[in-house]
C-alpha cells in the first residue's frame, strides 16, 4: 500500500534490522574460520584476526557495529510501532514476537561479549553472572536457605560453575552461534509472514478496506528496489564504522586483576547502576516487571480504530506514561 512506502511512516526500521542481521551472520561465519573457543587460544585468535588475517580488522569491526547497531534499530522499531499503534487489532501476536526478539538480540551481543576473552569481557561476564546469582537475596529473605537456591542454579546455567571459565565460554560460544541464531531466524520468519498474514504493513483504517490497485505499488520493482536501496545504505554505514572505530579489546583476561572500574555492555548500564542499591531488584526484578510492561501494551490498548498513524487517536494519557517509561530506560542508560 503506498502508505506503508511513506519513508517517514516506518523508517525502513525492520528491513534495516533485517539486513543487519544477515550482515552479522555473514561476517560471524568469516570470523568462525579463524576463532578457536578455548580459554587458552581465544584470545591469541582474536588478536591474529585483528593484525594477521588480511582484512580480519574490518570484518571483526562490522561484526561489532552491525550487532550494536541491532541493538538501536530494534527499540526504535519497537518504539514507531507502538507509536503507530500498529500493535493494534489483530497484530498483538507480532508484537509480542518483536519484543521476545528484542530480548534474544540483547542475549546475542552478550554472548558474543565473552568470546574475545579480554579483561572487557571477562569482567562483564562475571558481573551478569553475579547479577543471575542474586536471586538468593530473595530466598534468603524468605528464609530459605537449605535446598532451594535458583540464583545458584541461574549461575551455573549462565557459566557452567562459580566462575567464568572454559565451561562459560563453550556455552557462550554455542548460544552465540547456534542456539540464538536460529531462533532470531525463526522468529524473523514468523514476524514476517504474520504481517503478511495481518493483510501488510498498518495502515490507518480509511486506508485498511482497499482492495483495488489504485493506492498499491508493485512490490517489483517498487518495493524491492527501496529495499536494495537500503541495504546498499546499510552496509556503506557499518563499513564507514568499522573503517573509522575499532571494536575493543583489552588486555587477556585476567581473574587476579579486576578491572576498574568493571562495567556491563552499554545497554545493560542501566541495569549495573540499579545493582548498586540491589542486585536482585536492579538485575532480575525491575527488567522482569519491564518486560511484563512490553508484553502487556497490546492487551491493555485493544481500539483497532486508532491503527496505523503516528499518535494517533485519543491515547493521549497512554502515550505519555508509556513514553515516560521508554525515556526512563534511555535514563537509565
Not at 511512516?9 to 543487519?20: M, V
Not at 557462550?172 to 495481518?198: C, E, N, Q, T, Y
Not at 586483576?257 to 540491589?278: D, H, R, T
Amino acid at each position: 500500500h503506498v502508505h506503508s512506502m511513506k519513508p517517514t511512516y516506518t523508517f525502513g526500521l525492520g528491513i534495516i534490522l533485517g539486513f543487519l542481521f544477515l550482515l552479522m551472520v555473514f561476517t560471524g561465519v568469516i570470523l568462525m574460520i579463524y576463532y578457536t573457543p578455548s580459554v587458552e587460544t581465544a584470545y591469541q585468535s582474536v588478536k591474529d584476526i585483528v593484525y594477521v588475517v588480511p582484512g580480519g580488522r574490518i570484518i571483526r569491526n562490522m561484526h561489532r557495529w552491525a550487532s550494536q547497531g541491532m541493538v538501536i534499530v530494534v527499540f526504535l522499531h519497537l518504539v514507531r510501532v507502538f507509536y503507530t499503534g500498529s500493535y493494534l487489532g489483530n497484530r498483538s501476536l507480532n508484537w509480542v514476537i518483536g519484543v521476545v526478539l528484542l530480548i534474544l538480540i540483547l542475549l546475542s551481543n552478550f554472548s558474543g561479549y565473552l568470546l574475545p576473552w579480554d579483561q572487557l569481557a571477562y569482567w562483564a561476564v562475571t558481573i551478569g553472572s553475579n547479577i543471575a546469582a542474586s536471586a538468593r537475596e530473595l530466598t534468603d529473605l524468605l528464609g530459605i536457605t537449605h535446598g532451594f537456591d535458583p540464583g545458584g542454579f541461574l549461575k551455573k546455567l549462565l557459566i557452567g560453575g562459580e566462575s567464568v571459565g572454559q565451561p562459560a565460554l563453550s556455552r557462550f560460544f554455542a548460544l552465540h552461534v547456534i542456539f540464538l541464531p536460529l531462533s532470531m531466524l525463526v522468529l524473523m520468519g514468523i514476524h514476517f509472514w504474520r504481517i503478511r498474514k495481518d493483510g501488510g504493513l498498518s495502515r490507518p483504517v480509511k486506508y485498511a478496506t482497499d482492495k483495488g490497485t489504485d493506492n498499491k505499488w508493485l512490490a517489483w520493482p517498487v518495493l524491492m528496489w527501496t529495499e536494495l536501496g537500503l541495504l546498499l545504505l546499510v552496509i556503506v554505514a557499518v563499513l564507514l564504522a568499522a573503517l573509522l572505530a575499532d571494536a575493543p579489546l583489552l588486555e587477556q583476561a585476567n581473574p587476579a586483576f579486576p578491572e576498574n572500574p568493571a562495567k556491563s555492555p552499554w545497554y545493560f548500564l542501566g541495569i549495573q547502576e540499579l545493582v548498586s542499591y540491589s542486585a536482585f531488584a536492579g538485575g532480575l526484578l525491575v527488567p522482569l516487571l519491564y518486560l511484563v510492561f512490553l508484553f502487556s501494551i497490546p492487551y491493555r490498548d485493544r481500539e483497532d480504530r486508532f491503527e496505523g498513524e503516528w499518535f494517533s487517536g485519543k491515547r493521549g494519557i497512554t502515550l505519555v506514561w508509556r513514553s515516560a517509561l521508554f525515556a526512563l530506560l534511555l535514563v537509565l542508560i
